[in-house]
């Protein structure tokens, strides 16, 4: 018995090596897409729970990073030919995130260091996938650059340093803006505790982000039931364009 | 106040798209074209998927058609005998230019080509049109009044068989030209997302002589089939048809219609045309400096749809 609780204990430590784990806390888990949609403000929140006194040395970092799902994205790059710009070489980003935020309590380079972000891929560069370009195209790199530019000019990724606040080194919190365009799906949220650059504990969470109501419904029809989707578009712009032309003439005439 | 477009999947103010459908509506109401020109670039501008765009144009284009060929058809200035034939070419050539759109994606090359469609159509028949026009109302001021109405190349149309006779256009005419015009029409409205009134308008009056004042009724009639058939199109095969933003749009562009129908009724048709072919232009000139010009940002980031 006694050699079991040992055997019990010893197994267990690697798992106790993470002295301080997170306790979390969201303003809300799931994001409803209604028809007045213009984007949402989640606050993530939550407190470091150990069984030890504060350990000495650097202080306690944390990093939130929120992924929407992840999707190919088609590259094109245009260049002069016969005097017009047309696309001509093409590269295929095996996987880009459709929404990504990063919030940190401190410079991003000074909370991690380059090697555990390419463990964990939390910086936005290494949170997208390119193994698939041709070799005849010149500097491939550009077009995964070119995806960080466009979707951070759109809002859709950004890296927020100094956002988090961290009071005793043992409450946190931040505010994730997520914009109107966002789309559908389950938004992986993960947060990180750093000491001098090291992750000391990891956890994730998810957001949900779905269509409701009219969009929901409408969305779904326009998917399961094409035909009859397409059919009730044309009769609503009919009813509406002949509505509209009776209304005007009656107005006229009256 | 934002809305959130459920299929484009973007959240846009809702007055905005009032605005644009209003404004192309009173223009689709004068001339007698769809707008989806004018439409399908202004909705690119504003943030709205190409592909959603194009899809949702050709059902906002229904409605806001219908609307004005009411208001046509009050005024009797329909011909519904060629409407119909031009129908028959229009669905044919729809069907081929989806057909020659899905290859023109496989190439890759489908938004050049689209362009480069735009600005030829627009600045060959843009310029014809100014120029002709000119020349009409430079001929009305010398003759002081009514000038003959000179047609012109009406002889190898008169020798082609297959003639019928359509009584409100006061024409006797091998049915060939008008079918060759629907089919035409119906290609390019496929493969660049508009109503293919700004062709159709013209060639009317130029290739078929047919009178103005009922050209432009007779056009909605057929553009009414043909985008109808084009949304179900999209809707069935890419998904990409937004009731909503249809909706939003038509209501603007509905009304805006009635405007310009009843301002079109009151201007004389040597200036309607001179209008027309003035916008056309601008809407050329613009595309030809997108591709001329060096674009700010070379890449562009595309989804991987039909696959």
Redesign the interface.
Known sequence: MLRFLLALVLFALPAFAEEETVVLGLSQDRVA???????SNILVFGAIKRETPIPPGEPLQVIVAVSGPS??????????KF?????TD?V?VDSAPSFYAVATSGPFHDVISDTEDLRYRISIERAIRSVGAAMHIRSAQ??AD??V???TDNGLYSIRENTVAVDEQTLFRTSIDMP?????GEYSTRIFLTRGGQVVSFTETTIHVR?VG???I??TM??QQ??V??????A???A???G??TA?RLLRNS | MHIYLPIAEVSVNAFLLLGLGGLVGVLSGMFGVGGGFLMTPLLFFIGIPPAVAVATEANQIVASSFSGVLAHFRRRTVDLKMGAVLLVGGLTGAALGVVVFNYLKSLGQVDLLVKLCYVVFLGVIGGLMFVESLNAIRRSRKAGGSPPAKRRQRGWIHALPFKMRFRTSGLYISVIPPLLVGLSVGVLSAIMGVGGGFIMVPAMIYLLGMPTKVVVGTSLFQIIFVTAFTTMLHATTNFTVDVVLAVLLLVGGVVGAQFGTVIGARMKAEQLRILLALLVLVVCGKLAADLLLQPTELYSLGELGGH
């Open positions: 897409i209604t028809a007045n949609f213009d984007g999707e190919p994205v088609m590259v094109r790059r245009k260049e002069k005097g017009i710009w047309v696309n093409s295929l550009d077009f070119a995806v530019r466009i979707r109107a365009d966002l789309t559908e269509k009219l969009e929901r409408l969305y326009s998917r094409p035909i989707y397409g059919l009730m578009s044309l609503i712009a009919i509406a364009g002949w509209a032309s005007f």
